[in-house]
């Protein structure tokens, strides 16, 4: 248990579905990240948010969407996704302005775009 | 941009320590070498990091080169759940983006 609570844990969805990926920590951190990780792939950063801020946004496609309503949660909205968007999408949160911070990962969901 | 070179795998025996080795030759003086693993199918876990001194906690121990051009993890007994991919990152201070790279895929083998 990492303090980080992904759901759902798996996801199976349409190209024209709409879903929404969901991350909690209670770790009482400040700062939150989307990775992807596709399969044989290193980790990807997506985006950041660091006090509800996004202060990161690696060239994502329009197709999802981050929101980030207060410093505990995190979501990932997902619109027309396509198949090699299948993947692993994995959160993350860290308390920022330490000098040496440590990301705490959740489990992930395992995201399948049919 | 790989900031560090690891081997693509390493098989080590149940019982052994198991010592993983990272380059960074290109390492700056602010940059912190951090460690994470991560079991199939899970997030990555933090291990350890360290500046330039050796680092020891509950999970591992970090040995830094003097010239802080290279690094080994050291698990000091490994057990079969410590197979995992085993990633090497450096990460200057103060920066929040922390970028894996294929890491090092460690089998334990009883």
């Known amino acids: 248990e990492t303090g980080v609570t992904q759901t759902p844990r798996h996801l199976v969805m349409g190209m024209t579905n709409k879903k929404s990926l969901k991350c909690e920590q209670h770790l009482g951190h400040n700062a939150m990240y989307w990775y992807k990780q596709s399969a044989k792939k290193p980790l990807e950063l997506m985006f950041v948010y660091n006090f509800k801020e996004q202060t990161e946004n690696n060239s994502v496609p329009s197709r999802f969407s981050p929101e980030c309503p207060n410093s505990s949660h995190l979501f990932l909205h997902l619109h027309t996704l396509q198949p090699e968007d299948s993947a692993l999408y994995l959160c993350?949160?860290?308390?920022?302005?330490?000098?040496?911070?440590?990301?705490?990962f959740g489990s992930g969901t395992q995201l399948s775009v049919l | 941009d790989a900031k560090t070179t690891q081997p693509p795998s390493m098989d080590c025996a149940e019982g052994r320590a198991a010592n993983l080795p990272c380059n960074h030759s290109t390492i700056s003086g602010n940059e912190y070498v951090y460690w994470y693993r991560q079991i199939h199918s899970q997030g990555p876990q933090y291990i350890i990091h360290?500046?330039?001194n050796n680092e020891t906690n509950e999970m591992a121990s970090l040995i830094i080169t003097e010239d802080r051009k290279s690094s080994t993890l050291i698990l000091p007994h490994a057990t079969l759940r410590d197979t995992a991919v085993y990633y090497c990152?450096?990460?200057?201070?103060?920066?929040?983006?922390?970028?894996f790279g294929a890491g090092t895929t460690v089998t334990v083998r009883a």
């Open positions: 360290g500046l330039k």
């Open positions: 990152i450096v990460r200057v201070i103060n920066d929040y983006k922390l970028s």
């Open positions: 993350a949160s860290s308390q920022e302005g330490q000098g040496a911070e440590k990301l705490f």
